[in-house]
């Protein structure tokens, strides 16, 4: 199995909660992400200081939701990865 | 019947004028178009490293600000260089009492050396693995590059130093394509970036020396424009 960057892991994360009505608990992220804890951890907390999703408190339940600029980082990744590999970056 | 002699003078005085004139219009609308293209590259890439943070894509997009803000400098020293008459240009360019002209020189040896740098950190910063901080030791040769540009009045010099630094730009990129994983879609790229590099020196020995080019000025600027424009394409036809 290939091994995915860093930019193909963040995409799979927005899209797994996406794919959840966008909201889905810490838990079952982390084992639909396919990630160790601390790797999750890692990818998590750099996504929430990116602002690409947000914690979000119903009823005391706390779910994590992607942000517009998470849905726009979904779009676009196709182009990002096309500009990173045009320019060799 | 033979005009007067000043007669004769004033109208060869007046084509040089006009000559001078046509010039300065080709340098502006070239610097222009220049300025114009790199903006577009440094916004249209503004999105993509909002979303990611990429370091690759950061220096990428600073290396075309950096190269528009150092075409900015080079049209106002062409604008000097042709009102002022050559032989008086060594002296005002060099000269210590007139601050302004060597700030100008500083400013753009300065950018425009930074602009190379950033280009070739771009590509290089995921084989450097971000564990030295080259923008200080890049930030360090371009400060010299720019001192020793105004402070010291040997054209051989200043073209020994540029040789020197396109040797090492050259054997970086060289280094990047023998390392880069897809040769085949980046070949064109590092062709591409080398020949960047050699039109910008161009660029460079066309302020230092002026009319050193004067015959292949318009090749050099169509070249350096297409160049530019064949990376706007790319850019544009993974961001639009």
Excluded: C
Aim: aromatic content about 16%; charged content about 15%; hydrophobic content about 55%.
């Amino acid at each position: 199995m290939v091994k995915r960057n860093k930019l193909e892991i963040i995409k799979d994360i927005l899209t797994i909660i996406k794919n959840n009505r966008n909201s889905l608990k810490i838990t079952p992220l982390i084992r639909k992400s396919n990630l160790s804890t601390s790797r999750f951890s890692s990818y998590f907390n750099e996504l929430l200081r990116k602002g690409l999703v947000i914690e979000t408190h119903n009823e005391g339940r706390k779910a994590i939701r992607v942000t517009e600029k998470g849905q726009k980082y979904i779009e676009k990744y196709s182009n990002i990865v096309g500009f990173i590999e045009e320019f060799d970056l | 019947m033979a005009p007067p002699q000043g007669m004769g003078r004033e109208i060869g005085q007046g084509i040089m004028n006009q000559m001078a004139q046509a010039s300065l219009s080709t340098e502006l609308i070239y610097a222009f178009v220049i300025i114009i293209i790199s903006l577009m590259i440094y916004f249209g890439t503004r999105e993509l490293y909002n979303l990611t943070n990429h370091k690759g894509i950061k220096y990428f997009r600073l290396s075309f600000l950096f190269f528009a803000i150092a075409y900015f400098f080079r049209s106002i020293m062409k604008a000097i260089i042709v009102f002022v008459d050559p032989q008086t240009l060594r002296e005002i360019m060099f000269n210590v009492g007139n601050a302004f002209n060597p700030l100008i020189l500083f400013l753009f040896m300065y950018f425009s050396s930074m602009a190379i740098f950033f280009l070739l950190y771009s590509v290089m910063i995921k084989k450097w693995n971000g564990k030295i901080n080259f923008v200080m030791f890049f930030n360090a040769i371009a400060v010299f590059i720019a001192l020793t540009t105004i402070l010291t009045n040997s054209a051989k010099f200043i073209l020994l130093i540029h040789f020197l630094l396109f040797l090492f730009v050259a054997f970086i990129a060289l280094m990047a394509y023998k390392e880069s994983k897809n040769k085949k879609k980046t070949h064109g790229l590092y062709f591409a970036y080398i020949f960047l590099f050699i039109f910008w020196l161009l660029n460079i020995l066309d302020i230092l020396i002026p009319n050193a080019f004067q015959s292949f000025q318009l090749l050099i600027y169509l070249i350096s424009l297409g160049l530019f424009l064949m990376i706007l394409y790319k850019v544009l036809r993974k961001t639009a």
